[in-house]
Structures are given as structure tokens and as C-alpha cells.
């Protein structure tokens, strides 16, 4: 499933990066106090949580990699496309070993008491810690509402967020006691129900891209919309072509463009070497795309490929530094 959807594929659904939405919110939320889980669970769900140790160790393990599986440049992007070729047995083993160097940091803490004694000792110093840690939380919501708008739209974004903001004021009606946390919450309960029929669909409605902006301000066509076709037709007539593939919810290839693919220097020698900039955008799922990642080796975003017609495609690396563009540039 991994070779035919790619790495990072759930953040391709609006559905899915709306729900991780939810979840976060509802995380920060309870890092600032505003809920507790244990509260708000029944005992029955705490007692089993309780005998279950293993079980939640295993559903934490996955929900780390379903949250960090899109930021996987510049390493574990290579071992990844690594692994897509290898036999199943041995594409096992390293996933095996990418869980062993997750899970090593507790197991060091957990065999070596010297390592646990450096650990701060308990104290109002948590407090103060896990409310600092709720603010990453809601700023990982605004990114994901960015990347749901990249993907359904300003609506769809809008959307996203008065249906948080409902979100957040049942969890504070659940909190409260006796016939008024009744009341509130059933008027919240059915108002969100109401929000979400009129409007909830904008979520997952599909709009069309709008056409790609330039990296750089003064040539508004200078990044054209990538397709194979587009590809063979600009190799046909002999003019090199760089293509970066790249999605809104990956972090390394925003940090990329701001970067290196907005410098005048590197530009202004594509410029002179007259190489067209193609963009393949990865945001949502397309199968061409797909398909074309598999075929230079590669599962995930960023990736960048300069190739000029005679000569086998240049594939760079994943964190694009100026110098290196700038010397495959040259050697076209």
C-alpha cells in the first residue's frame, strides 16, 4: 500500500488532516487544564488502560508515526525509497530498526539508572511545562487548517475552524456540573450538529489549485504545473527541465523554497542555463505523481530532479542547498 500512496499519503485527505486537527486541539486543550482525560473517561477505559500496558505502548508508537511519517527528509526519506525495493524480510528489519531508535531514548532511561537520576525531579515546574506545551499543539492546528485550505479552499478552512472553536466549547461544557453542564452542553452538542450539516461539507469539498506562483517576484510564470507530458514535450525540443516535487503539509520543501529555490544567484542561473521549473504538486493525492516517485526510487516529498535530454536525471537531495543546485547547474 506504502509503494502505491506514498509516504506521508494521510495528509493528502482532507478528512484525515481535519481529524488530526481535532486531535491536537483537543491535546492542547488538555495540556492548559481545561480537561482532564482521566475525568472525563469512564473507569472502565482507565482500569483497562491500566492492565493493558503493552497495548498502549503499541497505539502510542503508532500515533507517533502517523503524526511524523510527512517530515521524514533528509534520512529517513532514503532509507524509505531504500526500503521499497528490498524483500519483504529485509524492508521489515529496518522499519524494525526505525521503531528500535524511537523507542531508545526510555529504554536507556529505563536500563541505565544513571541516566533517569539526571531527569529533573518532579516539582511545580510541570505545571508550568505542560501548559508551555500546549502552545506547539495549537500551532501545529494552524498549520494543518493551512494545509486544508490548500486543499479545500479558504471555506474549507473556515469551516475547520468553527467547528474546532464548537469543539473546544463542548469539551468545556462537559466540564462543568449538575443541570447546567446539561443544558450547555446539549445546546452545543446540537448547534455543532446543525454546523456541520449547513456547512461541515467545505471540508472535504475539492477545489482546483490555483495557478502555481513564482518563487520569485518578478516572473509570474517562471514555475509551470508539472505533468509527464509537459516533461516529454520541453525534453523533446532539448531544453533541460528541474522538477520539485512538493506538497503544502511538507515542512523541509517550504523551508526549500524560501530558501534556495527563491535565491536571484540560483535563479538567475537557471535562467542561463534556459532550464524550465516545473512543480509537481503533491498536496493532495495524484496518481501520476505518485507514480513518477516510484519510478526515481523515491516514496515521499521533497524531492528534486534536474535532467537534460541525453543525459540520466540528477536526483538532489532532500535539504536543497544553494551550491549544490548551482553545481548540477553547471555540469548540464
Not at 504545473?225 to 528541474?242: D, Y
Request: charged share 10%.
Amino acid at each position: 500500500a506504502g509503494a502505491g500512496l506514498g509516504w506521508g499519503f494521510q495528509l493528502q485527505s482532507p478528512g484525515v488532516v481535519a481529524a488530526l486537527a481535532a486531535l491536537f486541539t483537543l491535546i492542547g486543550l488538555n495540556l492548559v487544564g481545561v480537561f482532564e482525560f482521566g475525568r472525563a473517561a469512564p473507569s472502565s477505559v482507565c482500569s483497562a488502560q491500566a492492565k493493558h500496558p503493552l497495548a498502549n505502548d503499541f497505539l502510542s508508537g503508532v500515533l507517533a508515526v502517523v503524526i511524523a511519517s510527512p517530515c521524514t527528509a533528509p534520512f529517513m526519506g532514503v532509507s524509505l525509497g531504500f526500503a521499497i525495493g528490498l524483500p519483504a524480510g529485509q524492508a521489515l528489519l529496518l522499519f524494525a530498526a526505525l521503531g528500535f531508535g524511537l523507542a531508545l531514548p526510555y529504554l536507556v532511561a529505563g536500563f541505565v539508572p544513571a541516566v533517569a537520576y539526571l531527569l529533573p525531579k518532579p516539582g511545580p515546574w510541570m505545571g508550568t511545562l505542560r501548559r508551555l506545551l500546549a502552545f506547539p499543539m495549537f500551532a501545529t492546528v494552524a498549520w494543518l487548517v493551512w494545509v486544508l485550505g490548500q486543499q479545500s479552499g479558504i471555506d474549507g478552512a473556515g469551516t475547520l475552524l468553527a467547528l474546532l472553536v464548537c469543539l473546544a466549547a463542548i469539551v468545556w461544557a462537559l466540564t462543568l456540573r449538575g443541570r447546567t453542564r446539561v443544558v450547555i452542553a446539549t445546546v452545543l452538542i446540537g448547534f455543532t450538529a446543525l454546523l456541520t450539516a449547513t456547512i461541515g461539507r467545505n471540508v472535504l469539498q475539492v477545489v482546483e489549485p490555483a495557478r502555481l506562483a513564482s518563487a520569485s517576484g518578478t516572473a509570474g510564470q517562471r514555475w509551470q504545473p508539472w505533468s509527464a507530458e509537459r516533461v516529454s514535450e520541453l525534453s523533446g525540443a532539448g531544453q533541460p527541465v528541474f522538477i520539485d516535487f512538493t506538497a503544502a503539509w511538507c515542512v523541509t520543501c517550504q523551508y526549500n523554497k524560501k530558501s534556495t529555490l527563491s535565491d536571484a544567484a540560483v535563479l538567475a542561473d537557471f535562467d542561463a542555463k534556459k532550464v524550465a521549473m516545473l512543480r509537481a504538486d503533491w498536496t493532495r493525492r495524484d496518481p501520476a505523481i505518485t507514480a513518477a516517485l516510484t519510478a526515481l526510487g523515491r516514496s515521499g516529498v521533497p524531492v528534486y530532479v534536474l535532467q537534460a535530454p541525453g543525459k540520466p536525471p540528477v536526483v538532489l537531495t532532500e535539504i536543497l542547498g544553494k551550491d549544490e543546485v548551482r553545481a548540477a547547474l553547471a555540469a548540464l
